[in-house]
């Protein structure tokens, strides 16, 4: 199986994150990742913590009883433990090349379909910024992102990318970039982009005053090389986005960067995505490229 990710509400008491982490070294389960924020459900008094965990390579058997005995042992201590995602479990029935039965395998996508999986399973918060976020605190702007995440959330290959009706300001915001970004394609861009992005931006009706839609440019993509995009909620893991190339598909933001920062943003957003990766993508000796590159590292 593979490892889930847990988030914890806990008091502001250090003393309590001790006691989360000394359950983690008895059961010997380590963090990839952690990172907190205060609390949704009491600002004042808990913080909630995202924790990215670590199983000893066992069976799936003894992972998931190491999980449930972790989760109880949780629960003693915090007042909230969540799984934002589940693992799934692979076929029993088959095996791996070094004889390995499938439960001692580690969870990868073996059909397109399955990146669901990988594009739901938040490697951070996702929508629910850290303190350090130009758009934390702005309700407003958390409550936009949280209804873009949940469009990436219940969308399932095979049906078309979400259309996202883009506010006034949203596109002011895009278009404050487009007007940064394009002015130096002519001279700072590699051949191989400007080539491609002219092609891109007429097909796809990229504009200073309008945002393309993922749905459009991955037709787009299609067409030209056998790429297309797949819309995330957030973060996701290294290893799940290795596994969205290796199918070729790009696992795409569709949010964008909060109004008061927009030559800059912490994470990915449409601006990052469609300006800067998915030229490249258009290029089939880079398509080809990433593909291949992608599997012999996976």
Known sequence: MASPSLILTLSQDVRDLIKVLAVFQELGVSLKHIESRQSRSDPAAKRDYFLDCGFPQVSSEQQQQTLDQLITQLKEISSGVTIPSSPISGPESLSSKDGKKESEVPWFPRTIAELYKCCTNLHKFGHELTSDHAGYGDKVYEERRKFIADLAYNHKYGNPIPRVQYTEDEIKTWGVVFRAQT????????????????KLFEACNYKEDNIPQLEDISRYLRSRTGWQLWPVVGWISPRDFLACLAFRVFPTSQYIRHSSSPFFTPEPDICHEVMGHVPMFCDPTLAQFSQVSTVYTH
């Open 183 to 198: 002015a130096l394609y002519p001279t700072k861009a590699c051949k191989e982009y400007r080539e491609q992005f002219p």
